[in-house]
């Protein structure tokens, strides 16, 4: 409930995250965002009221909207033109070797120091990033004023509503993962079996936000964009079809690359078309539906699963959420 409510509150804030950032500006809102990551492990450790914990996701989506709309637009600000994909490859690639280095590093703290041990790492790890956060230059670039809902103004552009509509559709993929993938294998294979088919996700995230990056600068947004949305589509076919523990692994692979390269891919989107002054609320305007969409598969997964009438009709299902993307990610310019 509390990683939901992390995404639908940055969904709802990423409406008018602007704001934060011109009152607090850029260099104090990224200062400050990354304060709210630490604020929720910190919480974990001295109390474990679930309504509590909510509230605290709900402050940490504010600033996950706030670090990811004046984070992304500093770095396409420090790109030159026709550079942007390896920008945001290397924003990107640092962010999934945190979190896969979180995943491993936590799980054995959890072991070697319990609960209570570990949250209390987690926290001052993410402080040490609060830390980092103040090392950066301070923005150089002078932003647009804010408009009440600027970001769903953004939308009122035929190409900015498909760029919207992958983000959605396709960020269902972590969503997928998160909330169907660990049932199915544990319910096929065993509880053991869920790290194991998971882990594909994280690793094949890794090298494919930088290396997409390159061959998105190299050959363009929508070659790339599209085969990674078909190959998401094949190999859950295949899944579907075949039972076959390993081409669950495949799947989280394929989904872990997906992942990678479409938040890269549509920030290079964002540093071609829109104007430097722009970018916060032009960014803001597609990742709001890709927190959606993450948070929607992770509530919905479950019950996805019933109504589709088992783990094949929900993998089904997603192929084809994912080749409409690959058709949509085409009209991309």
Request: aromatic content about 8%.
């Amino acid at each position: 409930m509390a990683l939901a409510t992390v995404y639908l509150v940055a969904f709802a804030c990423l409406t008018f995250c602007t704001y934060s950032i011109t009152w607090l500006g850029e260099y104090g809102a990224l200062a400050l965002a990354t304060l709210t990551y630490g604020l929720f492990a910190a919480s974990a450790l001295v109390t474990g009221n679930v309504a509590a914990l909510v509230l605290v996701a709900a402050v940490w989506g504010w600033g996950a909207s706030v670090l990811w709309t004046a984070g992304t637009a500093f770095a396409l600000d420090l790109a030159e033109a026709g550079d942007y994909g390896r920008a945001a490859g290397t924003l990107y690639t640092g962010v999934y070797v945190g979190q896969a280095l979180g995943v491993v590093l936590l799980g054995v703290l959890v072991g070697l120091l319990g609960p209570h041990g570990m949250a209390a790492c987690a926290a001052g790890l993410t402080l040490l990033g609060s830390a980092v956060a103040l090392c950066l230059p301070r923005g150089r670039h002078a932003r647009a004023r804010p408009t009440l809902l600027n970001p769903l103004a953004v939308l009122a552009s035929p190409t900015t509503r498909t760029a919207a509509l992958v983000l959605l559709l396709s960020s269902s993929g972590f969503g997928l993962l998160l909330g169907v993938f660990g049932q199915v294998a544990a319910a096929l294979y065993g509880l053991a079996a869920v790290g194991w088919v998971t882990a594909g996700f994280y690793v094949a995230r890794i090298p494919a936000g930088s290396g997409g990056g390159r061959l998105i600068d190299r050959l363009g947004r929508r070659p790339i964009l599209c085969t990674a949305f078909l190959a998401s589509a094949s190999s859950l076919l295949l899944a579907a079809g075949l039972h076959q523990p390993a081409l669950l692994v495949v799947c989280a692979a394929a989904l872990g690359v997906q992942a990678a390269v479409v938040p890269v891919g549509l920030t290079t989107w964002v540093g071609d078309r829109a104007r430097t002054e722009d970018r916060p609320h032009t960014y803001a305007a597609v990742a709001l539906w890709s927190n959606m969409g993450t948070g929607l598969a992770i509530l919905g997964g479950h019950a996805l699963v019933s109504v589709l009438g088992g783990w094949r009709g929900s993998l089904t299902f997603f192929a084809v959420i994912f080749l409409a993307c690959a058709g949509l990610a085409a009209r991309l310019d």
